[in-house]
Structures are given as C-alpha cells and as structure tokens.
T-cell receptor, first 112, second 111 residues
Framework: DTGVSQDPRHKITKRGQNVTFRCDPISEHNRLYWYRQTLGQGPEFLTYFQNEAQLEKSRLLSDRFSAERPKGSFSTLEIQRTEQGDSAMYLC??????????FGEGSRLTVL | TQLLEQSPQFLSIQEGENLTVYCNSSSVFSSLQWYRQEPGEGPVLLVTVVTGGEVKKLKRLTFQFGDARKDSSLHITAAQPGDTGLYLCAGAASGTYKYIFGTGTRLKVLA
C-alpha cells in the first residue's frame, strides 16, 4: 500500500457546477477524515468517518457539502452548486487506532 | 467550539538560530500532535504528546505539553534551511477522534 491517494489532484470548475473528490485511505485504517485548507492556514475540519459511519460533520458546512464512505473503504466528498469561496485544497487523511493522521496530497479546487 | 491559536503566524530566521512556536487553547485535549507541511504535500506527523507536562525530543526539536493539557510548544535548536515549512498543532478532546488543527506557523530558515 502506497498511502492515502486522492483524485483528482486539480479541478477547475465554473460557479454553480457540482464536483466530486475521491479518497482511497490506507487499507487497514478504519478512520477517514476530510479537511479544507486555504493558502497558509491550518486545515479546517469538515467531517470524519469510523468505518462507514459518519461520526461528525462540521457545522461550518452548508448543505451543499456531502461525504460518503459506503463500504468503509474509499470515500467521496461532493460539493453541489460550487461558489468561488469553495476554492481551496481538500485534504483527506486516514488513521488507525493510535490516532496518527496520514494525509494524501490533496485535491485543489478552483471555482471560476 | 475548540480553537487552537498558534503564534507567531510567520517566522523568518537565520540558519543556526533557535525558535519557539506556541499552540494555545481554552479547551483541554486528550492528546496533541505536531505536524509539518511542505508546499504541495499533506501534513506529516512529527510527534504526539498525551500527558500533561510531557516533554518529547526529536533530534533538534523539543515538544512540550502544558500541565493542564490546553497548550503546547515546539522549540527548534540551531534551525536549518530544511526546517522550513508550515508547522501545525492538532488536538482531540477526550472521547473523540475529531482532530482540530491550529492556525499554523510558517517558518522560513535562511541559509
């Protein structure tokens, strides 16, 4: 296993379009996290899963954001009706029991 | 709402100097982690501290967890250009695995 992988690495879209990001965690990790990061800032928590259960979703998110982890393996993050303020790096991380987060390289979203 | 404030926000120093980065909160954390992030990459874990007052050393880096588990510091001795990056603290409250990240400290070490 080569670590956490995210796809696509870059996405450019027009305002109002829907986008979906995929994250494949390290195979034996049961927790999966989504964060959003803007330039020079710390990652902002969006949501996390333990296996297929979504345990918490940030109240900062509007209903336009949704995440799934249908079989407790890969996860998708969908943003509907994108806005320019959604432009950011979307980071996925996975962890096992000890809590160390292993991050992917991120998916950069640009909304025009 | 848990918040982790880091200071300073930016730091530019000469090679060989020492520095300290602070991570403060009004909330208690069961554990606190420090990560370093380089451009175009995800954060990478440096250390985890779990006990109030705990001190951990990683080569030239010294990490301390406050007695009340609300704050932490990272001290770098004799900084090198390879230490350049974004330093992030992250904490989780007791009973949860929701990790909240700090505001970040961008360090640049000049040769």
């Amino acid at each position: 296993d080569t670590g956490v992988s995210q796809d696509p690495r870059h996405k450019i879209t027009k305002r109002g379009q829907n986008v979906t990001f995929r994250c494949d965690p390290i195979s034996e990790h049961n927790r999966l996290y989504w964060y959003r990061q803007t330039l020079g800032q710390g990652p902002e928590f969006l949501t996390y899963f333990q296996n297929e259960a979504q345990l918490e979703k940030s109240r900062l998110l509007s209903d336009r954001f949704s995440a799934e982890r249908p079989k407790g393996s890969f996860s998708t993050l969908e943003i509907q009706r994108t806005e320019q303020g959604d432009s950011a790096m979307y980071l996925c991380a996975s962890s096992f029991i000890d809590g160390e987060l292993f991050f992917g390289e991120g998916s950069r979203l640009t909304v025009l | 709402t848990q918040l982790l404030e880091q200071s300073p926000q930016f730091l530019s120093i000469q090679e060989g100097e020492n520095l300290t980065v602070y991570c403060n909160s009004s909330s208690v954390f069961s554990s606190l982690q420090w990560y370093r992030q380089e451009p175009g990459e995800g954060p990478v874990l440096l250390v985890t501290v779990v006990t109030g007052g705990e001190v951990k050393k990683l080569k030239r880096l010294t990490f301390q967890f406050g007695d009340a588990r609300k704050d932490s510091s990272l001290h770098i001795t004799a900084a090198q250009p390879g230490d350049t990056g974004l330093y992030l603290c992250a904490g989780a409250a007791s009973g949860t695995y929701k990790y909240i990240f700090g505001t970040g400290t961008r360090l640049k070490v000049l040769a």
